[in-house]
């Protein structure tokens, strides 16, 4: 997989998806997405809505705010959201990342944290949490490749996003 300028993955010749900043027009993709784990499509559509417009905020968070989708054409197959935020000291959050069942595996998730990490170091934000529970072993596996610690139980913590150290997944600290 190889990641363009231009935010397009090429994934084999027949099969891609392009990740781009997310805009209020892409809410209702992410609600779905988001439903098909947990809650219904009106409850993610507010309260994505809701992030963000800057109406939600988690706690600690400040105003900026971004999230990425992953698009098969105008499909949503994916999302991520972060924030800067002053929680456990750190400079961001990444609030969530999904990817549909159906596209799992095939490096969407991968592309989605590269996009929110890049942000985060535009943003100047190096050091970045994440609330997961440790018996999600995808997320935790996902969080470790690119180089999260243990910080608190259900937390962990990137020290410095601008010093990506991809890991084993084997190596889970979660």
């Known amino acids: 997989m190889r990641y363009a300028t231009r935010g397009r993955f090429i994934l084999a010749a027949d099969m ?4 781009r900043a997310a805009g209020e027009h ?9 439903a098909q784990t947990w809650g219904t499509e009106p409850y993610w559509a ?3 809505g809701g992030y963000l417009n800057g109406e939600h905020s988690p706690q600690q968070a400040l105003a900026e705010r971004v999230a990425f989708v992953a698009l098969d054409g105008d499909v949503v197959v994916g999302l991520v959201a972060g924030h800067r935020t002053k929680r456990f ?18 490096g969407i998730a991968d592309g989605l944290m590269s996009a929110i990490m890049q942000w985060f170091v535009q943003q100047g934000a190096l050091r970045v949490c994440v609330n997961v529970a440790p018996e999600n072993i995808r997320a935790c596996s996902l969080y470790t490749r690119f180089g999260a610690v243990p910080l608190h139980p259900h937390w962990m913590i990137w020290k410095d996003v601008s010093q990506p150290t991809l890991q084993s997944a084997i190596d889970r600290s979660c």
């Open 16 to 19: 891609s998806f392009a990740i």
């Open 26 to 34: 892409d809410v209702a993709g992410m609600a779905a997405l988001r």
């Open 46 to 48: 507010a309260r994505i």
């Open 89 to 106: 000291g750190c400079d961001g959050e990444l609030e969530w990342i999904d990817v549909a069942k159906e596209w799992r595996g095939q």
